[in-house]
């Protein structure tokens, strides 16, 4: 007796199915991207900042959503500064890089292709608390200086000129007619916001959040009104050039596992236990103090290109730009990426 698979017919039936089966494939494939082979999890270095802004990356790493978008990923958070992330996401030491807007980030992509962007980290609330502050001291918020237009011919502090909080003091300033022009800035630690606007050595400082409300909480210094940045997508995610062109498929996997952790977050309103535990040990933040902090963070993740192209030309004015043209901030997106982590975050 023959046996049933050396019947003819029933080796077409198999031939048939193996065919469909491989479409399928095919299809899928095509779907996510250039085919790659299975070597494995794609490895991945982020370099993100010791913020909750940065939030998304860490509970995406400790509750495994990375690893189940076959992803191998390394949170790095020894630089802080824009300034040094950026060369070495532009040497592919970095593959993803979570900064904030600034003149640094614009002359760094001016120069080449070597930086493209993945989409927005984190949106400013539109309503609620904010997640940035311009702070005061109690007695001068007593005293009527409740909004940036009293800030005229003081001292304001900022983390880093020409970076993003340059920018949103200038929007507080411009919502009452002013400009930075009409103030002193002074660069400033975060660690030093307090002392020197208690002490008097400036009038006001920006600040984010859970900075905020330490101060607030400590009676140090309270926020001014502040809401010219609203809705804005301040804090972009950007990636290696080579990279996101070569792994478009990984990049759009590192979305959808970065918005997973950040729609938890926001739907936990920082409640959950595991959540804030994570956060805590990424960024030092006292599990009782995030607790306590009002902050949203989800994204709109498209990339915020009217805000892109406004801060450009501030920095064009300030002559903080190396390049005399203008950036067509598309030219360094994929739409393509985004649609797709949409689709593998549901």
């Known amino acids: 007796m023959r046996s049933e698979s050396m019947r003819p017919e029933v080796a077409v039936r198999h031939s048939r199915r193996s065919l469909l089966l491989g479409t399928a494939a095919v299809a899928i494939s095509g779907a996510l991207g250039p085919a790659r082979a299975d070597t494995g999890p794609t490895k991945i270095v982020v370099s993100a900042v010791q913020s909750i802004t940065s939030s998304p990356h860490f509970v995406a790493k400790e509750k495994g959503y990375f690893t189940e978008q076959s992803l191998d990923v390394t949170v790095d958070t020894s630089l802080q500064n824009v300034a040094d992330q950026l060369p070495l996401l532009a040497a592919g030491k970095y593959q993803v ?12 992509m001016r120069r080449g292709g070597l930086i493209r962007v993945l989409g927005t980290q984190t949106t400013l609330p539109e309503s609620g608390r904010n997640l940035v502050a311009l702070v005061v001291s109690k007695a001068n918020y007593d005293a009527g200086l409740t909004t940036a237009a009293g800030l005229k011919g003081k001292k304001v502090g900022v983390v880093g000129l020409g970076g993003w909080n340059e920018y949103d003091v200038h929007l507080a300033l411009k919502a009452f007619g002013g400009s930075v022009k009409d103030v002193e800035l002074v660069q400033i630690g975060r660690n030093d916001i307090g002392p020197a606007v208690a002490n008097g050595a400036i009038t006001a400082s920006w600040a984010a959040e859970p900075g905020v ?9 309270v926020p001014i009104a502040n809401d010219a940045a609203r809705g804005k997508g301040a804090f972009p995610l950007l990636a290696n050039g080579d ?43 006292p599990a009782d103090i995030l607790r306590r902090t009002p902050s949203k963070l989800l994204p709109k993740i498209e990339p915020d290109f009217a805000l892109m192209d406004d801060m450009q030309e501030y920095f064009r004015e300030r002559k903080m730009l190396t390049y005399t043209d203008k950036i067509n901030f598309a030219d360094f997106y994929s739409p393509q990426i985004i649609e797709q982590a949409r689709k593998l975050a549901k």
Do not use: H
């Open 97 to 108: 890089m979570a900064t904030s807007w600034g003149a640094s980030v614009f002359n760094a």
């Open 213 to 221: 409300t330490l101060l607030e909480e400590k009676g140090i210094a």
């Open 243 to 285: 990279f996101s062109k070569q792994n478009p498929d990984a990049c759009a996997r590192y979305l959808a596992a970065f918005l997973k952790a950040a729609r938890e977050i926001e739907a936990s309103a920082w409640q959950d236990p595991q959540i804030v535990e994570i956060v805590s040990k990424y960024t030092g933040v």
